[in-house]
T-cell receptor, first 111, second 114 residues
Framework: GQQVMQIPQYQHVQEGEDFTTYCNSS?????IQWYKQRPGGHPVFLIQ?????EVKKQKRLTFQFGEAKKNSSLHITATQTTDVGTYFC???????????FGSGTQLTVLP | EPEVTQTPSHQVTQMGQEVILRCVPI?????FYWYRQILGQKVEFLVS????????KSEIFDDQFSVERPDGSNFTLKIRSTKLEDSAMYFC????????????FGNGTRLTVT
């Protein structure tokens, strides 16, 4: 079945440093979504990418979808303590409705 | 902003007992989902539900699991005979329709099987 891996599993950064998490799928994705889960919370939708090579920005967050639509990345510029949480990518293959979540990257921002 | 609500927030049960987890999806949403997350691990798909029937299910969703929409608002997940390994956070989610729609998750029910 489809597998979605993320690296790194954990990342500790000083406030103000940049952060990147990478997502890789074993199959070509029709689209990819990113979610953020705060400690003790539930996943909250951040963004969706659909097109090959697509890049989207949300303030300090930059999302990229690979040309082959099998990988994606999330980059945060100048992290803040409010960025703390686990970031999950989640992808769909073909016409499947189910989202397969990646393993997540847990971000800790040290003040 | 409308939200998905789940009850109870925490359920403790003994191994072998039946549990029912309840969810009220966002009112105009048409597709409903159950996901689970074992502590510290990734979010795993269990089942999707549309038009009063299961549309997709994962290998995790075996005969011990069932879902139901008993009325116009509730969406339930039943585990018939709980096992220790069923201990996890169970998230309900809903989307309004289009296949690319983002999932709106509830706050989850933490199930502890002792």
């Amino acid at each position: 079945g489809q597998q979605v891996m993320q690296i790194p599993q954990y990342q500790h950064v000083q406030e103000g440093e940049d952060f990147t998490t990478y997502c890789n799928s074993s199959t070509t994705l029709s689209n990819i979504q990113w979610y953020k889960q705060r400690p003790g919370g539930h996943p909250v939708f951040l963004i969706q990418l659909v097109k090959s090579g697509e890049v989207k920005k949300q303030k300090r967050l930059t999302f990229q979808f690979g040309e082959a639509k099998k990988n994606s990345s999330l980059h945060i510029t100048a992290t803040q303590t409010t960025d703390v949480g686990t970031y999950f990518c989640a992808g769909r293959s073909g016409s499947a409705r189910q989202l397969t979540f990646g393993s997540g990257t847990q971000l800790t921002v040290l003040p | 902003e409308p939200e998905v609500t789940q009850t109870p927030s925490h359920q403790v049960t003994q191994m072998g007992q039946e549990v029912i987890l309840r969810c009220v999806p966002i009112s105009n949403h048409l597709y409903f989902y159950w996901y689970r997350q074992i502590l510290g691990q990734k979010v795993e798909f269990l089942v999707s539900f549309y038009n009063n029937e299961i549309s997709e299910k994962s290998e995790i969703f075996d005969d011990q699991f069932s879902v139901e929409r008993p009325d116009g608002s509730n969406f339930t997940l039943k585990i018939r005979s709980t096992k220790l390994e069923d201990s996890a956070m169970y998230f309900c989610a809903s989307t309004w329709g289009q296949i690319n729609s983002p999932l709106h998750f509830g706050n989850g029910t933490r199930l502890t099987v002792t």
